[in-house]
Structures are given as structure tokens and as C-alpha cells.
């Protein structure tokens, strides 16, 4: 009777745990998430109005201020020209990389457990590189004229300078916009589809749905064209993303700083990118579990346990590259780059120094390794938190802080942040309030795929032991 | 003129729907007016079905050799248009062309990629189409567009097979 | 053996080194710190003042400064000696490649470092990759009336030959490029080329103590050429390959 028992619940207990073999029908789980978007509370609204007003505030009347008196009021001078707008800036493109990593590399490697939050996580690639376009646009003297830096022909006769990282960053930063709106879009057509159908006519939900879902019904030359531009999107994807932030990183590479002129910025900025964007969508599955309806069946702990160790390895990687970085620099002698090493650790902002050490490894790893504490959603979203915040200090410490000790000790000086501070927040309140919005607008999971991957599942028993197999359906 | 029907059959399980494809073309159904719609994609060799074409690779390989015309005129191009020396480095120097390429041949093939899917779906598509809103649900429909004249015949093999529904398809708005 | 760059068709860094045609030599042993080069050159280039905040803060607009270095520690400090750090017009300049505009180019013609202050939008890369950080940016509209009421007097003191800058734009030293083009258009005029000595910068011309010097360093004979020659001659941070144009004298 025991042993009876002990098999059942062994199968129960693989099919309580693992979303992929607790298959629902398609119209049930339809159902759910056309659920999950329409019900809102009061307290979603609270919170929405809430952000709205910061946004509204602290985003564009601050910006309003600052455009009108000049940067003065931020905290830029000599010799930190650069301050939190940059720190901002990399910040947010190192949160949409983790998008395009769940949803391309993921893809690439076959990786089942990423099949419900594909969508989730590139939703914050399309809303992260806003707040990155912002955090750019924000920092020069006159953006009033920053169409100037577009590669178009125009009537001044003057294309931009293409020696210079900046152009380079407008560049990818675009094509990596457009490519992860574009995979954002593709596999959501069909999930379009489903709400198209599942919406009432006469609503402006019906108008939306049916002319974003573009008539698709989901014939064989459908799904055929739309398989093979996502395969394609998943490969090719993956390289600009790496350039990306590589790209990004050359910015401070390609320059004569001492501290900034590594070769090693490339890999250590990418790494970097990965480590605070999975801590961000830890975060952002935590919430969206625990606040929208019928998602604790989509969203398990299993996945938190699967980006937990993804989590793991990634802050090993930045952990590695972080050394080589310090130890080269440390070993060199280069007087100003002892300098500067003596500034990070001991100076007045050491004590950021230490906490980026502490929330990118000593925490992560001190935490991650536990199968049982990876798979507890609020300590990995406390976890995710502080890794974000590391990885902001991070920034901190390679722009204004490496940037107050340069070859000239005349100038040395102190980076005292002003008005960034608000606008930092304004950017923060703005990225939740697109996601928020978003998540009542379209289904956040993608139910196809879901659906996709529960056929592909099944328990086999080898031996006496049941296993999960899964099936190559492509 | 005789009104052409069209038959939709809907089915909840790959097994039937292949079955009755099966015998659709015993029945003398061309494999050319038949079409399958599902809510999932299921691949042409589930369901013995003559696998489909699609232009998106060459149109993404096209794209991306765009691209990379547009990435040589940016970077060799455009600075010859207006010398300007800066920091000691050549005209156009080769390691920031490079980048320059990689970035437009990129941004060329995976716009050329959704455009195609677009072209090659006819997207956007707005006029009345057959279609039922079960499909989306998790069905396979099998939609018979040149039914031979006995449909009744058709109609009976299908529903012992295990079709959920069988009927005239109607083109509408979807 | 002698190398014809021409043929090399070398460009930039190579054919600059060979040429170089204005160049500037500073005595640290005479300078005094009295700062006279700093408040002419403020006259001459319509060089706003930024008030106390601003400057305490480091946002000071200065093209030119005058570094105090010391030993010791107090009271036993001693006075190391007085370095003026201005526009090193490099030759190499790792401004110019960096700025996405096109605002920081390398003028063929003067071979010196310029700043378009129409085309600048104000990334401050230039300033961030400057290795002697002389770069100044426009933080505010300093030289608004509608925002600073006495500016309007204080206008009348403007040197017409230099524009006036906005908020959001770099400037930096230009060697007088206003002179420079001054001198030139008069030698020109009367059909011949600009002789050393006949015009001067304006840090140049104010020194009392004649540290200073500036002129055609592309003609071996004038003054700046031998004092460039001096054996107390160096450049500074010259293992950055910059190229620079200003010669320092010291430790005489």
C-alpha cells in the first residue's frame, strides 16, 4: 500500500513540479490568461496612478528643467563629464539583455523551462532599452539636436563620425531595438489571435486585438513562415546582442582613462549585462506570480530553481572577469592606475566598492547553490534586487568614480550627483509603468508555446523509475 | 455559376486529423485544396501532409546583403563624401567599418526576416476569412476547399474518424 | 635614408609629426602663477565667469589654467612650481576620433585642434577622452542676459572676433585662431607669408614674465623652434602618443 502510493505521488509530485507534464486543455489555459490580463484590482490602479505621477514629475518635468537651465543642474563637472546618466544608460541596456538570453539562447540550447516567460522576459528588453534611449538622450548639452547623429542624408551635407564608439552605439543600440521589438512581436501573433478571439465585438479591445493579430488564423503557411523567421531571429539574434553591449563597453574602452582603457571591457560588460538582467526577470516573475491571477500555474518554482542556477554561473562569470580586470590593473604599476584602484577601495565611495562585491558574488553564491532556496521565489526576488543593485554600483564605480582620478591631479574633484537622481527614478517608475500596462494589454504568456511543449512531454518508466522525456517536435 | 464549398472540419488530436487526411485523398480530395488550421503548429510530416515553402530565408539572406551595402556605404562611403581628419586615424579606417557592417548586415536581415513573414502571409489580411474561434483553443481544422460533390459522404467519413464538428465554412470577419 | 611621406601616403599622426606649423613653448621656471595669462585669455575669448558655486564645484570655464603644485606638508609646504595647462593642439588628438558630430576636427590648413561650436551637441566624450582635461563645457547659459541681468554691461567688453557660446557646447583653447586668421588675411594682402613675431596669442602677449612663446614651429629659426630646442624641453604625458604642440621648459 505504501509502495502504491509512493509511485502515484511520485508522478503527482513531477507533474506538481514541472508545468510542462501538468498539461491543461488549450481553451482552459486561453482562459486563464485572457483571465489574468482582464482582472484588475484597485490596487493595480493605485500603483499605476502612483507611477504615472512620478513618471509625469519626476521623468518629464524634471527633463523639462534640465533641457531649459542647462546640465548645470545635474551633477556632471570636470573631470566627471560623464556621471549617472551613463551609469543609467548601461544599466538599462544590461537589463534588455536578459530578454533576448531567455528568449534566443534559451531557444537555441532547447531549454523546455523557458517556454512560459519568453514574453515576460522580452518585454523588459523592448521597456529596458526606453528607459537606455532616455537615460542617453538625457545626458547631452543640446538634444534638441541629436538628430544630427542619424546616418541619413540631409541637407547640411554631413554624415556622423564613424570613428567615434557613440556612433557605433547609435548603430546597434537601433538594431538591437527594432530586432528584439520585431522577436517580442512574432510569436505573440498568435496569442493575438487567441484574444481576437476570445474578445466581444464592439469593443476597442476587439479593434486592437483584431488589427494587431493581422488576420492570422494559423494555417500551414502560417505557422511554416512563422517558424522559420523565429528560428532565424533566435540565431542571429544572439551575435547583436553580444555586440551590444560590447559596443556599449567601447565607450569606455576605446578612451584614454586610465581604468577605462581594458581590453577586457567587451566580455566583462556582456557578462555584466546578463548578470543584473536574470536578477531583474527574478524580480519580475516574483511579482507576476504573486500578483496576477492563474499565474502561479504557469509560473513555478521549478523556473525560479532553472534562473536561479543560471544566476549562479552567471555571477561566477562576471566574478571571473571582474578579477582578471583588477588583477591585470593591479599588477601593472601604472601610477595612475594605482592610483585609481587605491580610489575604488579605500577613497570616500569604497563602501560602494564593497557592496558591489558583495551583492554580485558573496550573496549569489552564498544563496544559489541550495536547490531548495533557488526554488523559493521572495529570496531569489531579494536576491535578484541586490544583484541589480551591485551591478548599479558597478556602474557607479567605472563612470563617475573612475572618472574623478585622471592623468592631471589639478583636476580631481568629487562627482556629487543633482538632478539625475530624479530622473534615474523617473526612469525606473517609467519602465514599470510599460510593463504594467503592458501585462493588461496583451497575454503575457505565450500559450502556444506552453501548449507546444506539453506535447512534447511525457513520463516514461525506465526500469522502475519514472522519467520526463521529452520529444524533438521541430 | 455553381457556389463552391468549402468544408471546415475541426479535430482535437493529431491522430484523427492525420487519419482523415488520409482518407480525404483516398477520397479524391487534391492535397492542393486542402489546408490545415491550428492552434499550435503541427508539422506537415505529423500529419502526412507535402511540406511548405517559404521565401523567408532568402528574403532574410537578401536582407542581410542589403544591409551589408548599406553598412559599406556608411563606412567607406560617407566619409569620402566630406574629408575630415580626425585623431591621426585614416579616412576611413577599417576596424570601426567593421562594426558598422556587422550592424547594418544584422539590422538588414532581420527586418528583411519580418518583413517576410509578412509578405509571404499576406499580413495584414482583414477580409473575411474561414476560419472558426475553436482553433485557437488547441484544434486542427482541416478546411477541404474543392469538395467533390457528394459531401455527405465526406461528412459521414470524417465524423466516424472523430471530428468534433463538420461543417460549411463560412468566410468571415475574423 | 630619408622617407618621403607623401609617397607613404601617410596620414594623420605620421604626416603631422613631420609638419606641425603653430606651436606654443612654456617656461615653468619663469612662470609666476600670476595668472595674467588666465584673465587675458578670458577677455580675448569671451570667456564667461560661472559664479561660486559653479567654479567650487569644478565647472570653472577657464581654456587656460595655472596648476600650483606643492611639498611638504603644513607648515612646511613648499612651492614646486606654477604649470600652465592649456589646449595642447595634439597632433594625435584622441578628441577628435570620439566626438559622434563631427564638432572636434583637425584642421588641415593651421594644423590645430578645432572646436565647431555649431556642430557640437554636447556628448563630452572629447572632454572625457582629453588626457590633460582642458577641455571646458557650457553648462549653463552663462552668457545669457535673460539668464544673468549684468551681462548686459559686461557685453560691451566682448571681443568681437569671437563668438559668444550657448549652453550644451565645448570650447577650448584655439591658439587665438582669431588672430591666427587676423594675421594671415593681412600678410595675404600684401603678398607675403606671416612672419614669426608678428602677432602673438593673448596668454603670450600678457605674461610679464615672458614665459610664454608662441609661433611657427615649422620654421627652424624662430624663437619658438630654439626654445623648443632647449635641453630642459619635454612634453607632457608624451608616452600617449599625443603629438602635443606645447613644449615645457623646466628644471633648469
Same mark, same amino acid.
Given at each position: 500500500?505504501?509502495?502504491?502510493?509512493?509511485?502515484?505521488?511520485?508522478?503527482?509530485?513531477?507533474?506538481?513540479?514541472?508545468?510542462?507534464?501538468?498539461?491543461?486543455?488549450?481553451?482552459?489555459?486561453?482562459?486563464?490568461?485572457m483571465?489574468?490580463?482582464?482582472?484588475?484590482?484597485?490596487?493595480?490602479?493605485?500603483?499605476?496612478?502612483?507611477?504615472?505621477?512620478?513618471?509625469?514629475?519626476?521623468?518629464?518635468?524634471? &527633463?523639462?528643467?534640465?533641457?531649459?537651465?542647462?546640465?548645470?543642474?545635474?551633477g556632471?563637472?570636470?573631470?566627471?563629464?560623464?556621471?549617472?546618466?551613463l551609469?543609467?544608460?548601461v544599466?538599462?541596456?544590461?537589463?534588455?539583455?536578459?530578454?533576448?538570453?531567455?528568449?534566443?539562447?534559451?531557444?537555441?540550447?532547447?531549454?523546455?523551462?523557458?517556454?512560459?516567460?519568453?514574453?515576460?522576459?522580452?518585454?523588459?528588453?523592448?521597456?529596458?532599452?526606453?528607459?537606455?534611449?532616455?537615460?542617453?538622450?538625457?545626458?547631452?548639452?543640446?538634444?534638441?539636436?541629436?538628430?544630427w547623429?542619424?546616418?541619413?542624408?540631409?541637407?547640411r551635407?554631413? &554624415?556622423?563620425?564613424?570613428?567615434?564608439?557613440?556612433?557605433?552605439?547609435?548603430?546597434?543600440?537601433?538594431?538591437?531595438?527594432?530586432?528584439?521589438?520585431?522577436?517580442?512581436?512574432?510569436?505573440?501573433?498568435?496569442?493575438?489571435?487567441?484574444?481576437r478571439?476570445?474578445?466581444?465585438?464592439?469593443?476597442?479591445?476587439?479593434v486592437?486585438?483584431?488589427?494587431?493579430?493581422?488576420?492570422?488564423?494559423?494555417?500551414?503557411?502560417?505557422?511554416?513562415?512563422?517558424r522559420?523567421a523565429?528560428?532565424?531571429?533566435?540565431?542571429?539574434?544572439?551575435?547583436?546582442?553580444?555586440?551590444?553591449?560590447?559596443?556599449?563597453?567601447?565607450?569606455?574602452?576605446?578612451?584614454?582613462?586610465?581604468?577605462?582603457?581594458?581590453?577586457?571591457?567587451?566580455?566583462?560588460?556582456?557578462?555584466?549585462?546578463?548578470?543584473?538582467?536574470?536578477?531583474?526577470?527574478?524580480?519580475?516573475?516574483?511579482?507576476?506570480?504573486?500578483?496576477?491571477?492563474?499565474?502561479?500555474?504557469?509560473?513555478?518554482?521549478?523556473?525560479?530553481?532553472?534562473?536561479?542556477?543560471?544566476?549562479?554561473?552567471?555571477?561566477?562569470?562576471?566574478?571571473?572577469?571582474?578579477?582578471?580586470?583588477?588583477?591585470v590593473?593591479?599588477?601593472?604599476?601604472?601610477k595612475w592606475?594605482?592610483?585609481?584602484?587605491?580610489?575604488?577601495?579605500?577613497?570616500?565611495?569604497? &563602501?560602494?566598492?564593497?557592496?558591489?562585491?558583495?551583492?554580485?558574488?558573496?550573496?549569489?553564491?552564498?544563496?544559489?547553490?541550495?536547490?531548495?532556496?533557488?526554488?523559493?521565489?521572495?529570496?531569489l526576488?531579494?536576491?535578484?534586487?541586490?544583484?541589480?543593485?551591485?551591478?548599479?554600483?558597478?556602474?557607479?564605480?567605472?563612470?563617475?568614480?573612475?572618472?574623478?582620478?585622471?592623468?592631471?591631479?589639478?583636476?580631481?574633484?568629487?562627482?556629487?550627483?543633482?538632478?539625475?537622481?530624479?530622473?534615474?527614478i523617473?526612469?525606473?517608475?517609467?519602465?514599470?509603468?510599460?510593463?504594467?500596462?503592458?501585462s493588461?494589454?496583451?497575454?503575457?504568456?505565450?500559450?502556444?508555446?506552453?501548449?507546444?511543449?506539453?506535447?512534447?512531454?511525457?513520463?516514461?518508466k525506465?526500469?522502475?523509475?519514472?522519467?520526463?522525456?521529452?520529444?524533438?517536435?521541430? | 455559376?455553381?457556389?463552391?464549398?468549402?468544408?471546415?472540419?475541426?479535430?482535437?488530436?493529431?491522430?484523427?486529423?492525420?487519419?482523415?487526411?488520409?482518407?480525404?485523398?483516398?477520397l479524391?480530395?487534391?492535397?492542393?485544396?486542402m489546408?490545415?488550421?491550428?492552434?499550435?503548429?503541427?508539422?506537415?510530416?505529423?500529419?502526412?501532409?507535402?511540406?511548405?515553402w517559404?521565401?523567408?530565408?532568402?528574403?532574410?539572406?537578401?536582407?542581410?546583403?542589403?544591409?551589408?551595402?548599406?553598412g559599406?556605404f556608411?563606412?567607406?562611403?560617407?566619409?569620402?563624401?566630406?574629408?575630415?581628419?580626425?585623431?591621426?586615424?585614416?579616412?576611413?579606417?577599417?576596424?570601426?567599418?567593421?562594426?558598422?557592417?556587422?550592424?547594418?548586415?544584422?539590422?538588414?536581415?532581420?527586418?528583411?526576416?519580418?518583413?517576410?513573414?509578412?509578405?509571404?502571409?499576406?499580413?495584414?489580411?482583414?477580409?473575411?476569412?474561414?476560419?472558426v474561434?475553436?482553433?485557437?483553443?488547441?484544434?486542427?481544422?482541416?478546411?477541404?476547399?474543392?469538395?467533390?460533390?457528394?459531401?455527405?459522404?465526406?461528412?459521414d467519413?470524417?465524423?466516424?474518424?472523430?471530428?468534433?464538428?463538420?461543417?460549411?465554412?463560412?468566410a468571415?470577419?475574423? | 635614408? %630619408?622617407?618621403?611621406?607623401?609617397?607613404?601616403?601617410?596620414?594623420?599622426?605620421?604626416?603631422?609629426?613631420?609638419?606641425?606649423?603653430?606651436?606654443?613653448?612654456?617656461?615653468?621656471?619663469?612662470?609666476?602663477?600670476?595668472?595674467?595669462?588666465?584673465?587675458?585669455?578670458?577677455?580675448?575669448?569671451?570667456?564667461?565667469?560661472?559664479?561660486?558655486?559653479?567654479?567650487?564645484?569644478?565647472?570653472?570655464? *577657464?581654456?587656460?589654467?595655472?596648476?600650483?603644485?606643492?611639498?611638504?606638508?603644513?607648515?612646511e609646504?613648499?612651492? @614646486?612650481?606654477?604649470?600652465?595647462?592649456?589646449?595642447?593642439?595634439?597632433?594625435?588628438?584622441?578628441?577628435?576620433p570620439?566626438?559622434?558630430?563631427?564638432?572636434t576636427? *583637425? @584642421?588641415?590648413?593651421?594644423?590645430?585642434?578645432?572646436?565647431?561650436?555649431?556642430?557640437?551637441?554636447? %556628448?563630452?566624450?572629447?572632454?572625457?577622452?582629453?588626457?590633460?582635461?582642458?577641455r571646458?563645457?557650457?553648462?549653463?547659459?552663462?552668457?545669457?542676459?535673460?539668464?544673468?541681468?549684468?551681462?548686459?554691461?559686461?557685453?560691451?567688453?566682448?571681443?568681437?572676433?569671437?563668438?559668444?557660446?550657448?549652453r550644451?557646447?565645448?570650447?577650448?583653447? %584655439?591658439?587665438?585662431?582669431?588672430r591666427? *586668421?587676423?594675421?594671415?588675411?593681412?600678410?595675404?594682402?600684401?603678398?607675403?607669408?606671416?612672419?614669426?613675431?608678428?602677432?602673438?596669442?593673448?596668454?603670450?602677449?600678457?605674461?610679464?614674465?615672458?614665459?610664454?612663446?608662441?609661433?611657427?614651429?615649422?620654421?627652424?629659426?624662430?624663437?619658438?623652434?630654439?626654445l623648443?630646442?632647449?635641453?630642459?624641453?619635454?612634453?607632457?604625458?608624451?608616452?600617449?602618443?599625443?603629438?602635443?604642440?606645447? %613644449?615645457?621648459?623646466?628644471?633648469?
Amino acid at each position: 500500500m505504501a509502495d502504491h502510493k509512493h509511485h502515484t505521488s511520485h508522478e503527482e509530485h513531477l507533474r506538481e513540479q514541472h508545468l510542462m507534464l501538468d498539461p491543461m486543455p488549450r481553451g482552459k489555459m486561453n482562459e486563464m490568461v485572457m483571465e489574468a490580463m482582464h482582472t484588475t484590482s484597485w490596487k493595480f490602479w493605485l500603483v499605476f496612478g502612483l507611477l504615472a505621477a512620478i513618471v509625469a514629475y519626476a521623468l518629464f518635468y524634471k &527633463w523639462g528643467v534640465m533641457i531649459l537651465e542647462g546640465l548645470g543642474v545635474a551633477g556632471v563637472n570636470r573631470p566627471s563629464y560623464w556621471g549617472i546618466f551613463l551609469v543609467n544608460t548601461v544599466f538599462w541596456i544590461g537589463i534588455s539583455h536578459a530578454g533576448t538570453f531567455i528568449s534566443a539562447i534559451l531557444r537555441v540550447f532547447k531549454a523546455e523551462f523557458r517556454r512560459p516567460f519568453t514574453r515576460a522576459a522580452e518585454l523588459m528588453t523592448t521597456f529596458g532599452l526606453v528607459q537606455a534611449g532616455f537615460s542617453i538622450f538625457m545626458h547631452m548639452g543640446r538634444v534638441w539636436l541629436s538628430y544630427w547623429l542619424m546616418p541619413i542624408p540631409n541637407q547640411r551635407g554631413l &554624415w556622423p563620425n564613424f570613428h567615434s564608439p557613440l556612433s557605433w552605439d547609435l548603430l546597434a543600440i537601433t538594431t538591437y531595438l527594432l530586432s528584439s521589438t520585431m522577436y517580442l512581436f512574432l510569436p505573440l501573433i498568435p496569442d493575438l489571435a487567441m484574444a481576437r478571439d476570445r474578445t466581444p465585438d464592439g469593443t476597442w479591445q476587439k479593434v486592437f486585438y483584431r488589427t494587431l493579430a493581422l488576420g492570422f488564423r494559423g494555417t500551414e503557411g502560417e505557422w511554416t513562415h512563422l517558424r522559420n523567421a523565429l528560428n532565424i531571429f533566435a540565431f542571429a539574434i544572439i551575435p547583436v546582442m553580444f555586440s551590444v553591449h560590447t559596443i556599449v563597453s567601447w565607450d569606455f574602452a576605446m578612451a584614454t582613462r586610465p581604468g577605462w582603457n581594458s581590453t577586457i571591457f567587451g566580455p566583462y560588460f556582456v557578462v555584466g549585462a546578463l548578470h543584473s538582467g536574470m536578477g531583474a526577470v527574478v524580480m519580475v516573475l516574483a511579482v507576476v506570480r504573486g500578483t496576477m491571477k492563474n499565474m502561479k500555474y504557469f509560473i513555478r518554482p521549478e523556473h525560479f530553481e532553472a534562473i536561479g542556477k543560471l544566476m549562479l554561473i552567471i555571477s561566477m562569470t562576471w566574478g571571473y572577469f571582474f578579477f582578471n580586470d583588477y588583477i591585470v590593473q593591479w599588477y601593472g604599476g601604472d601610477k595612475w592606475t594605482k592610483e585609481l584602484l587605491h580610489w575604488h577601495e579605500a577613497g570616500p565611495m569604497g &563602501w560602494m566598492w564593497f557592496g558591489m562585491l558583495i551583492c554580485n558574488v558573496a550573496i549569489p553564491w552564498a544563496i544559489l547553490w541550495n536547490k531548495k532556496w533557488r526554488s523559493t521565489p521572495w529570496l531569489l526576488f531579494i536576491v535578484g534586487m541586490l544583484i541589480n543593485v551591485g551591478m548599479w554600483f558597478e556602474r557607479y564605480i567605472i563612470v563617475p568614480i573612475s572618472l574623478t582620478i585622471n592623468r592631471m591631479p589639478f583636476t580631481w574633484r568629487l562627482y556629487q550627483p543633482g538632478i539625475e537622481v530624479w530622473l534615474g527614478i523617473g526612469t525606473l517608475a517609467f519602465f514599470i509603468l510599460l510593463y504594467m500596462a503592458a501585462s493588461k494589454l496583451i497575454p503575457l504568456i505565450p500559450v502556444w508555446e506552453v501548449q507546444e511543449g506539453q506535447m512534447a512531454h511525457s513520463l516514461k518508466k525506465y526500469g522502475r523509475e519514472t522519467v520526463v522525456t521529452v520529444s524533438e517536435l521541430e | 455559376m455553381a457556389e463552391e464549398k468549402s468544408l471546415l472540419a475541426v479535430f482535437s488530436d493529431i491522430d484523427p486529423a492525420a487519419d482523415a487526411i488520409e482518407q480525404l485523398r483516398l477520397l479524391g480530395v487534391h492535397d492542393d485544396c486542402m489546408n490545415v488550421i491550428s492552434g499550435i503548429p503541427v508539422t506537415e510530416a505529423m500529419l502526412g501532409r507535402p511540406s511548405q515553402w517559404t521565401n523567408v530565408p532568402r528574403l532574410a539572406l537578401g536582407g542581410a546583403a542589403a544591409g551589408f551595402l548599406v553598412g559599406v556605404f556608411l563606412a567607406f562611403i560617407t566619409p569620402n563624401m566630406y574629408t575630415i581628419q580626425v585623431g591621426g586615424q585614416p579616412f576611413t579606417p577599417v576596424p570601426p567599418a567593421v562594426i558598422v557592417m556587422f550592424e547594418m548586415t544584422m539590422l538588414g536581415m532581420l527586418i528583411s526576416t519580418f518583413v517576410g513573414v509578412f509578405f509571404d502571409s499576406l499580413f495584414p489580411n482583414y477580409r473575411p476569412m474561414h476560419y472558426v474561434p475553436e482553433i485557437s483553443d488547441g484544434k486542427i481544422a482541416i478546411l477541404i476547399e474543392c469538395p467533390p460533390p457528394d459531401t455527405q459522404k465526406i461528412t459521414d467519413v470524417l465524423k466516424k474518424l472523430g471530428a468534433e464538428s463538420v461543417k460549411e465554412a463560412e468566410a468571415q470577419h475574423l | 635614408m %630619408t622617407v618621403d611621406l607623401n609617397k607613404l601616403h601617410a596620414v594623420g599622426a605620421i604626416a603631422e609629426a613631420a609638419e606641425g606649423k603653430w606651436g606654443m613653448v612654456i617656461d615653468m621656471d619663469l612662470c609666476t602663477g600670476c595668472q595674467a595669462c588666465v584673465a587675458a585669455c578670458a577677455m580675448e575669448n569671451n570667456i564667461p565667469y560661472v559664479e561660486e558655486e559653479d567654479a567650487g564645484y569644478g565647472r570653472s570655464m *577657464h581654456w587656460i589654467r595655472t596648476e600650483r603644485f606643492w611639498e611638504g606638508e603644513y607648515p612646511e609646504v613648499k612651492i @614646486s612650481g606654477y604649470q600652465p595647462m592649456l589646449c595642447q593642439q595634439c597632433g594625435k588628438a584622441p578628441c577628435e576620433p570620439v566626438c559622434p558630430a563631427f564638432a572636434t576636427v *583637425h @584642421s588641415q590648413a593651421e594644423q590645430l585642434n578645432l572646436q565647431v561650436y555649431n556642430r557640437c551637441v554636447g %556628448t563630452r566624450y572629447c572632454a572625457n577622452n582629453c588626457p590633460y582635461q582642458v577641455r571646458s563645457f557650457n553648462w549653463r547659459d552663462y552668457q545669457d542676459s535673460r539668464v544673468r541681468p549684468e551681462i548686459t554691461i559686461l557685453a560691451n567688453q566682448f571681443n568681437p572676433d569671437v563668438t559668444v557660446r550657448r549652453r550644451g557646447v565645448m570650447e577650448k583653447c %584655439t591658439f587665438c585662431i582669431q588672430r591666427i *586668421h587676423k594675421a594671415q588675411d593681412k600678410a595675404k594682402s600684401e603678398g607675403r607669408e606671416v612672419e614669426d613675431g608678428e602677432f602673438t596669442t593673448a596668454c603670450a602677449q600678457a605674461c610679464p614674465a615672458n614665459a610664454i612663446t608662441f609661433g611657427r614651429i615649422d620654421h627652424p629659426e624662430s624663437l619658438v623652434s630654439q626654445l623648443a630646442r632647449s635641453p630642459r624641453a619635454e612634453h607632457h604625458l608624451e608616452e600617449l602618443g599625443t603629438l602635443p604642440r606645447v %613644449t615645457y621648459l623646466k628644471e633648469g
